[in-house]
């Protein structure tokens, strides 16, 4: 059974940066799409970015395109998402997923999930 555990979670102010990591285990990472999502409190989960095994192939939610980047390091089984200029509707908790399907960004598409970290943009 895949693991996945996020790490890397905090507070930080509008405008800065931060990173979040995943790391798995089993075999998935070499055969999955990575992804991330995001739920903030009383809101349903929304995709934020996805890689598709190691081509380089990635995804992005309009709302974080130019300021995120996901990055996967399948030797390490991990997956990386960059936030840069962050703003406080980047808040809540950042979940990473794995899929065996096509890249998508929907969340019914996803076998396997994490707990999450939190992410919290103070204005």
């Known amino acids: 059974q895949a693991q996945l555990v996020e790490s890397g979670g905090g507070l930080v102010q509008a405008g800065g940066s931060l990173r979040v990591s995943c790391a798995g285990s089993g075999r998935i990472f070499s055969s999955h799409a990575m992804a991330w999502f995001r739920q903030a409190p009383g809101k349903e989960r929304e995709f934020v970015a996805a890689?598709?095994?190691?081509?380089?192939?990635?995804l992005y939610a309009d709302s974080v395109k130019g300021r995120f980047t996901i990055s996967r390091d399948d030797a390490k089984n991990m997956v990386y998402l960059q936030m840069n200029n962050l703003k406080p509707e980047d808040t809540g908790v950042y979940l990473c997923a794995a899929t065996g399907s096509a890249l998508t960004g929907w969340a019914a598409d996803y076998a396997y999930w994490g707990q999450g970290t939190q992410v919290t943009v103070s204005s």
């Open positions: 890689a598709w095994r190691s081509s380089g192939i990635t």
